[in-house]
């Protein structure tokens, strides 16, 4: 994600300085115009706006408030912007934090995946003073689309978390529904057309099924990040004492996925859970009248 985010600042025309732990990903920005820079304090140094994009809140915590970390670099009036995807109450502590250094800090994660990202069309959802958030929609226009104030510190993680719930559980969803049409010996090429044209159609069911017909795993969005994002969910409906019955259940799901060795593969491997439930896949499955018995299946993981 960070990547295409990188290159679409740059095409906009800011000034970039970037510290990465991968020195090749620094040198191909340097190469297109960044400054690298040695730590996260140093690019801070060099910056007014700061933006971290890291895989879970422990991450994001060192980087911004660790050892040689932004808050050391960062000047009185600097904006420091997570896009992450983090824990609520984790954000709050890290604006906090900032605070007490005369630092503003925004959580600002992103929708989209990858191709947004690359497309600069991201959906971002941003939590903190509504006066920070004014002065940074510039940034955020280079990278999104849908571009939304949420309230305060922590509501952009928030509402992350809600359209990852709502993710989830429409991913199950396409899941079922094609468990459903394969059993009973539906040509699934069909079916995906005319449901993806109906009311049951989604970003997940156009983007996903076919992918989990065509057996295709790789990743656009991992198991094990949606995995921790779920993870945060539950604990966030714990804090809240709300039940998220569902999102449990899909939460165990990709465990079994993981379980079978597809924690690095993308969100459409969950299809490999139910198939191991059913006995039965979905891929290679085309119309049969009602009297000829099922094909036989590959039930493997």
């Given at each position: 994600m960070g990547r295409p985010m990188v290159r679409n600042l740059l095409k906009a025309g800011h000034k970039v300085t970037i510290?990465?732990?991968?020195?090749?990903?620094?040198?191909?920005?340097?190469?297109?115009?960044?400054?690298?820079?040695?730590?996260?304090?140093?690019?801070?140094?060099?910056?007014?706006?700061?933006?971290?994009m890291?895989?879970?809140?422990?991450?994001?915590?060192?980087?911004?408030?660790?050892?040689?970390g932004v808050l050391r670099g960062a000047r009185p009036g600097t904006v420091v912007v997570d896009m992450s995807t983090i824990s609520p109450s984790?954000?709050?502590?890290?604006?906090?934090?900032?605070?007490?250094?005369?630092?503003?800090?925004?959580?600002?994660?992103?929708?989209?995946?990858?191709?947004?990202?690359v497309a600069g069309t991201l959906s971002i959802m941003v939590g903190g003073k509504q006066e920070v958030y004014e002065k940074c929609?510039?940034?955020?226009?280079?990278?999104?689309?849908?571009?939304?104030?949420?309230?305060?510190s922590g509501a952009g993680q928030m509402t992350k978390l809600c359209n990852q719930v709502i993710c989830a559980?429409?991913?199950?969803?396409?899941?079922?529904?094609?468990?459903?049409?394969?059993k009973a010996g539906l040509d699934m090429e069909k079916l995906l057309s005319v449901v993806s044209a109906g009311a049951a159609g989604s970003w997940m069911l156009s983007s996903l099924a076919p992918k989990m017909l065509a057996r295709d795993f790789e990743p656009g969005f991992k198991v094990r990040l949606q995995?921790?994002?779920?993870?945060?969910?539950?604990?966030?409906?714990?804090?809240?004492?709300?039940?998220?019955?569902?999102?449990r259940l899909v939460h165990q799901l990709f465990r079994a996925v993981e379980a079978a060795g597809m924690g690095e593969k993308?969100?459409?491997?969950?299809?490999?859970?139910?198939?191991?439930?059913?006995e039965s896949t979905v891929s290679g499955a085309a119309r049969r009248d009602a009297h000829e018995s099922p094909p036989e299946t590959d039930s493997s993981c």
């Open positions: 510290y990465g732990r991968r020195k090749s990903v620094v040198d191909e920005f340097v190469a297109a115009g960044a400054f690298a820079a040695g730590s996260p304090c140093e690019a801070a140094q060099a910056s007014d706006v700061v933006i971290t890291l895989p879970d809140s422990p991450d994001v915590k060192q980087v911004v408030a660790g050892e040689g984790v954000a709050r502590d890290i604006f906090g934090l900032a605070a007490a250094k005369g630092v503003d800090f925004l959580d600002a994660p992103v929708s989209g995946g990858e191709t947004g990202a929609v510039p940034v955020f226009q280079a990278l999104g689309k849908n571009v939304t104030y949420m309230g305060e559980l429409n991913i199950q969803a396409v899941c079922e529904g094609l468990m459903l049409g394969a995995q921790k994002d779920l993870r945060l969910a539950l604990a966030a409906a714990e804090e809240l004492k709300l039940p998220l019955p569902a999102a993308g969100t459409q491997a969950l299809i490999a859970a139910l198939e191991k439930l059913a």
